[in-house]
Nanobody
Framework: QVQLVESGGGLVQPGGSLRLSCAAS????????MSWYRQGPGKQRELVAR???????NYADSVKGRFSISRDNAKNTVWLQMNTMKPEDTAVYYC?????????WGQGTQVTVSS
């Protein structure tokens, strides 16, 4: 049974930082491309960052230079480090795995950027 469990969301002031974690189980983590998506109020879900099995990363233009995605295959975990956060980063953030069996999603974690 595939499970993706996000944690680390919360309320942060503009300019602050948060680190999201996604703990994965039920599949071969090292063989999966991992991504973070987000869905803001009244918006469509969008890709924030992706890391391939080889560690190649790509980011949405809106977060380049501020967010960083990383993974540890030994810990079956992917992280999203978010710095210099802005109110427009407010969203539910979802972990996504692309495996040989298909795509899977976590339940999401709320991130709110507000003073």
């Amino acid at each position: 049974q595939v499970q993706l469990v996000e944690s680390g969301g919360g309320l942060v002031q503009p300019g602050g930082s948060l680190r999201l974690s996604c703990a994965a189980s039920g599949f071969t983590f090292s063989s999966a491309a991992m991504s973070w998506y987000r869905q803001g109020p009244g918006k469509q879900r969008e890709l924030v960052a992706r890391i391939t099995t080889r560690g190649i990363t790509n980011y949405a233009d809106s977060v380049k230079g501020r967010f960083s995605i990383s993974r540890d295959n030994a810990k079956n975990t992917v992280w999203l480090q978010m710095n210099t956060m802005k109110p427009e980063d407010t969203a539910v953030y979802y972990c996504n795995a692309i495996t040989s069996y298909g795509a899977y999603w976590g339940q999401g974690t709320q991130v709110t950027v507000s003073s």
